[in-house]
């Protein structure tokens, strides 16, 4: 497999908030259209394909920010994350449509997401048990995967019910555009095993996110999609074209973030998904070193994606393709602040990566 021809690369648009260092509210980013518009840009440049909106109760509304997002970029595709139970299958498949029409069409990809806890859940109307959002999220992709391909749809599921209602415009990724999945329990493996096209994966010991993939295909196998599932990681980035530069970033990224430690140990205590308990766990490990250059220091203050690539350009796209190695094919990356970020990465590493001569 040629890597360059397939890796697939996203950036994050942070839509709950921005920062220079998580202990220093001097250097927190206001959230803004411009803010994110900012991001998005330097993303498209950097060369990244894609970028994924994120949907909590702390993030600016995922679907609008994202059109408008495809509107002040030219190719940019939008990874617009959803709950399941939070929009009704028609609406959502005239949206999806809609989306992909937009600006020369193709520029819509959907991240199923079943939410942080019942707590959020019932906060927002949505159902509370996470076995049944996850069967809800089920159904729902099974619906719309329909509703864009084919006509005159009738169907009678626990959660809903459709007859025959016309989806306009069609979409103009045929049949239907990507949908990737994040999530890291066994509800979520077996849905992304037979519907999702991406699994995205938190950041994890390279070998023990190979062992997740060859379990991952073997169930995929069962529904003969196999080759047709791919892999990504959620993955921050700190890069520096010297290493001890990236370390000192990433050390002042939690340098006097005492108190939002104590704050995010209170949040995510609360959070019933075994996709942040694994990032918790990993805060843990002695020196927050799983490898000499992935680190878990941004675990203590952030919920999610806690685990970084910190190095040299060399060090970073080394250990990212230590991960392509056992069996991802793209990689969707964020970091601190996120413009800046995406600038560096895409001087600094993309061309490393993009020059891999294979896998
Ligand atoms: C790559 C990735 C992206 C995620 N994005 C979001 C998000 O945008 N919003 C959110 O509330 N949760 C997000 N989540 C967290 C899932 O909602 C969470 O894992 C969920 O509770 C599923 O539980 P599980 O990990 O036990 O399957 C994401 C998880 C992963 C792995």
Redesign the pocket.
Known sequence: MTVKNSLNMGWFIPTSGDTGAFGDPSKDVASSFDQFERVAVAAERAGFEYV?V???QN?WE?WITATYLAARTSKLKMLV?L?PGAINPPTLAKMVSTFDQISGGGRIYI?L?????AA?ARAEGLIES?EKR?QQMEEEIVLVKRLLSEEKVEFEGSYHQVHSPQILPKPSQRPYPPFFL????E??AEISAKHSSTH???GDYPDRIGTQITEMRARAEKYGRAEELRFAM?LVVVCRENEADAWAHAEQLIEGAEDRKTRMAALVAN???????RQRELSCVPGNKLTPHLWSGLSDVRP??GVAVVGNPEQVANQLREFIDVGCSGF?LSGYPHAEEAEIFGRLVMPLLRASPEV
């Open positions: 994924l994120p949907t909590n993030c995922a994350a709950k991240n997401i079943a939410g942080a806890n959020e996470k996850y994040g999530g890291g329990s509800f979520a995205l994966f938190w959620r959070y019933d998904s075994v996709a942040n308990n999610g994606t969707c």
